[in-house]
């Protein structure tokens, strides 16, 4: 463990939340346009409160409070520090301003960067604070993913359309007629899945143990699904047709008037996508992206084909390379909308990291001897695992070495604000 | 008519607007924090996109629209004009800036000062966009106000209590003692209320006709209730008794759970009232303020008295001089909320004018030969004749010189986030 | 007074009651199909309620309640009494059975008439009992009217639109073409309604005191609206255009999704209307009924008129002969359907009692005076005194003898499944 | 295959669905007391229409139906017959009367018996259909309990809690002392789980097909949740401790307020819980039922074990005989209540079928190449898996012989009308 190397990351850590911030305007700091989607200033203010309240408070002798109601303020679902304020109203708190929340970050910076100086290397101390600061900053970095999906929902509903980055090239030089939907087979057997808890590395306690599952022999899409596909879906009047979809899926459609994935929309015939740098023409060769689980499940029904479950997607992706920050994959691609893939030499099955987290049909579970966080920080995880479905390999708005083979995210199965989209599955 | 004079109403009124902003961080323009409370930013543009709408895209030849889109984004409620953005949504719109709508405001008051001066005086032309300034005018003093009692609702309900303005003196050297509940008689009979549609002066449509009605007899209070007085009524049991209320309004204290009017907070058994100025204790002397129609009619039964009707209140105020802009009555006077009264000479029935908008038992109704404006201003106020009641005599937030003794002003009996209040009447 | 006259008179009434059942199957008893409309076995339970509670508890000493749990079960809305069974959930009693509902009202009359046959005539105590028992047949006379509107309310939207009674001729020899809109003269003043408390007869608290009020000269209606009248409106696209509609109606028409009046239908071009007799074609010369409030202000605003208020309406019906129980106007008629006029014979304005109830403008609130009967009971009629119109005149669901022209009705404007209808009016 | 012997056990089964309503009086069949409940008359209606819509409309030529009208009415969610009446409309049907579904039954039956006369043995017509007859008998078996745990929560939530059976024994002579939680120890290892299709006997499409999964070493305790154990739960502040629940429990705890499980009331301090037998004292050695899953997970959390997985549950299951008709187990006992465990010989779990259904962990979810039935009733049981969680083991309220081990019965999390109860796990 190195002190220091730790200290750095969260610095930078801390810093890309704010770069992330650099395009926005005041006044789009604090909207929370639905319930689900946060203001970015409750994101910042939030990932400072988790340093101050699990580490600074519990272990910096002296640690004075930037101010003591924001405890209350910024606490998201934490029951053991007390009632949080409430989740819909995040957005009606224009005070304390974007300066104070600024503030607050730097005060708490500059205590966690002291409490690091302070400790002695390789002390029980010492190590408990890392793996605490270890545990903030893959929070915050999780929390840059949500402040991008949650100020796209801001955006992307305004009538004005506002740009949050310039144009970017995302399907440049692909040749969509080679992204056939092509499937490779995999064997199965008894294989071993998640993560020790006592390995190196950083992981989430949803990660473990490392344990067997029986996997049937099962084949894989080569690509992620792509907006031309999808589109064939939509065309083929997919929402309109109740036996592709499950029964709570189909009560979504009608309750909520579903015609066609979150940021697309029909102009004189025409299909456009908001994305983050506006809306455009819909692109064919780009990955089908901001579906919910129900979504995804009902275009496999439509394709007699099924969703994956984490463990086959797992198994898949165990071995193959993660693409480096300038693969154009990750969020420090800086496009925040998933790209065609254009990497040439690489596992059979492409585009597993990055790009668009893939939704399986694994509802979210403990494996067999999940063991929580002790304390108020086993409310992290643990608690949300009912009706919710996993979902595997990360985003264009992740940041780069936030996920691994065995990462488990999770979202219900409605949700479809977040860059989720879907590779394809089949029995073998 | 002098088009000088108008123009010059009409700079003053628009800069009023801004000045009331100016205490305002840039977080603060945005927020909605309940479907009936719009957001600063949407007051300032709203206010602007009534003078665009209704004068300049129909007045001003070759008018080019700041921009497009604002038709739709602020259009309150005229269908007329088309569907208008959702009101409920208000707060989403981080876009367009507040240096946009800034910019839209001043675009709007150029052309319209442009417009003015291009008039030829007396002209038919002159007759008819007067007028209609004159209405805006009025219109923006209606949402100065409005601006003031959502703000209050956003600041009033974060938890850290921001301030608007330095606190203010509010009762300073009043007597509590002297201001007993005292009933002044009036005889009643056929009189004329309301005002002919064309008499001299500004008048909204739906104070004509001028007209006759039948009052009978009937005693008014000196005093508007205070909070000492209002105190006696939640300490003895009022939020508890269905007995006082109304079957809608013991509903909706059941259902919102009401047990004291809306900014008052009980904390170690000491009661607080949040004002603009901040939290401070509960002052005995001050009127008591942001009541609901409801909270009104049931301490009114508590007390074997009534509201009155809005004609006896016309009665009783139509020979009262109106307190001027420097009597502390009025928002020029910059504290923003009621102060106990003060002047010594003056008509039996004090505080009816400003200080805090009056409840009356009346409906919100047509008058008899009652004509809406023309076109689509005619849904300005006809449309909402339903199911509200009359407030009179206007309050601490609204401009001088913008209310008469025919002035209506209507809400719904459960509303309580305006400067409202009440006076008792009973029959004689 | 006369005490057995008054006893036959309770005898009467209450055997209405149980022939306006007579035709329903077991089922039906049971059904709730909305939150405002109650099953017709709870009509039968609550009127007896109502004698044992405020009667039978009170004035005959020893008497042992049927059920102790009635008591809850079967209030209505006195918060007197105690808190109500929740009124949404009437539906689900299907204990008590009919059978003990039946044995309910029999133990109660029973005793009633034990009760008037032991008063001393004349005596204190029988004039109490007595002004109660009148009161207790009223009201069983209003849930008469009731338990047929929500019957109807349940029949009408099942698939099978059982029907109630057989076919009635309601239109039978009646010239449509002679049923033109005609309007007739009233110079108005400063004349008396209401009714003197002290009066002979029976009256309720909402009628009085008998006042002075000053009515403007006006224009009334010959004939009710009738649904070939109205028909034009729907085909004119009145239930699409929004400057017709009060805001709130105009909400209404939007939320509920209204194209037409309650019981219409449209099936291959052709209307149809659900009647208690079955499902016929709509026929153009009866009156038009099951109207809101505010589709009676929506088509009268298309009309260019207005509805009438209450007091024009009084001063018109207040010296006209009412129909019998043989003219077929009224509950007595055994139709359960407002029939075209046929009586040759009459006062310039026609169908001013009985067929349907016509919504007035006037919001429903107390008299100048206004005194609520003592306890309990006051809550009888006050406490619904706000956001509800006053409708005049009876209905063909009304007993005969239940009305007179200072009888006021209310309900909430959208409420739209009573026999409600309208007659227009316009100003002189 | 023996057609006869088919016939008859349609004949039987037919005939206990009229024996479960013989205590019923007219008034209880049409209560919709909840949305998800629906009315006696609904399910046998519901259960006819099954044998009308998938058997005797497409392999009886000729067939009339009874009414056209009833294959909109009394459809459940099949969305390949056409929309459903609204489900939670089921309670408005007062018509068909229950004379009139009585008469739909024995039109049903007679023809199907008629059918089945007809085939002859052995044909493909003969096999096809007798599998239809075979799925809807076991459909209607399901419905059985339904029918009882909806009249339950209808009788359950009437103030006068009226009893459906007279009062049955429960827990006499069971020592609650020898009833302490125990548990047995499982080996795990890659077993075999779920049914072959094509074996022999009757078996739901989610049951299949047979599959390998890894099972890992655990623990399940001997007997049920008993109330004694779970009014510990209760005293010890169980539903005020967020930290036992999981998120979404957690929420409906605060929503619904949930202070005890659904049946249970306290009376001056001593509990009390409803039963269809009536309302009786707690009785602490009857297992604990009508849990929701939610309730159920706390429990386990408190007592640091956990729910089995379904697989789990079928491993410890497969080899232990099934109590029979006689053992009080099941519907035919008669109690309709789960009772105390009595049998003396026996594998080392107790209680594995029949009494309660016991939730585990599992997600409802499909197997590895689960194939729903063909067409339209392909919707019987995929389309719901999503949110839901496995049931195991059967109820006192199922019939004999319907369940087996590998039989899956599913609800949502919060679902608590059923009679669910609990059986603890842990990992070895």
Redesign the interface.
């Known amino acids: 463990m190195d002190l220091d190397q730790l200290a750095e990351r969260f610095r930078v850590t801390r810093q890309q939340s704010e770069q992330l911030c650099a395009p926005l305007?005041?006044?789009?700091?604090?909207?929370q346009?639905m319930d689900d989607a946060s203001p970015p200033?409750w994101h910042l203010a939030h990932t400072s409160w988790f340093f101050e309240t699990f580490i600074l408070n519990k272990h910096l002798a002296g640690y004075q409070n930037f101010n003591n109601?924001y405890e209350?303020?910024f606490n998201s679902?934490y029951?053991?520090v007390g009632d949080p304020?409430p989740r819909p109203?995040r957005?009606?708190?224009?005070?304390?301003?974007?300066d104070e929340v600024m503030g607050y970050r730097h005060h708490v910076e500059q205590h966690l960067h002291g409490l690091l100086a302070a400790l002695a290397p390789d002390s029980p101390a010492a190590v408990e604070v890392a793996a605490l600061v270890e545990l903030g900053i893959n929070h915050e970095q999780q929390h840059q993913e949500l402040l991008l999906t949650d100020l796209k929902y801001?955006?992307g509903?305004?009538?004005?359309a506002?740009r949050y980055v310039t144009e970017g090239e995302l399907s440049a030089g692909v040749d969509l007629a080679e992204r056939v939907e092509r499937f490779h087979e995999f064997t199965g057997g008894?294989v071993q899945v998640g993560v020790d808890p006592h390995s190196e590395g950083f992981k989430f306690d949803n990660e473990c143990p490392r344990?067997?599952?029986?996997v049937?022999p099962f084949r894989l899409a080569e690509y992620l699904v792509t907006n031309s596909e999808f589109l064939q879906f939509v065309e083929d009047g997919g929402y309109q047709t109740?036996?592709l979809?499950?029964?709570?899926?189909?009560q979504t459609v009608m309750d909520q008037r579903w015609q066609h994935p979150l940021y697309w929309q029909q102009q004189d015939g025409a299909w456009f996508e908001y994305r983050l740098d506006g809306l455009y023409p819909l692109e064919p060769a780009l990955p089908a992206v901001h579906l919910s689980g129900?979504e995804c499940?009902a275009y496999a029904q439509w394709k007699n084909a099924r969703l994956p479950t984490e463990f086959e997607w797992e198994v898949a992706a165990r071995d193959v390379a993660m693409p480096g920050p300038a693969d154009g994959a990750w969020l420090e691609s800086g496009r925040f909308h998933p790209a065609a893939h254009r990497q040439a030499d690489e596992a059979p099955i492409k585009q597993l990291y990055g790009t668009v987290w893939q939704w399986t049909?694994?509802?979210y579970?403990?494996y067999?001897?999940f063991a929580p966080l002790p304390g108020t920080l086993?409310?992290y995880n643990g608690?949300?695992?009912?009706?919710q479905w996993v979902l595997r390999g990360g985003s264009c708005a992740t940041p780069f070495g936030h996920v691994r083979a065995s990462y488990r995210n999770f979202f219900y199965?409605p949700d479809r604000w977040q860059f989720s989209g879907l590779r394809l599955a089949q029995?073998a």
Chains 1, 2, 3, 4 share one sequence.
């Open positions: 305007a005041i006044e789009d700091y604090g909207v346009p200033k109601q209350y303020l679902y029951n053991g304020y109203k957005g009606f708190l224009s005070r304390p301003t974007v801001n955006f509903h305004n009538p004005l506002p008894v344990h067997d599952v029986l049937h109740p036996s979809w499950l029964a709570e899926g189909w129900h499940f049909q694994s509802s579970a403990p067999p001897g086993g409310e608690k949300f695992m009912s009706s199965p029995d």
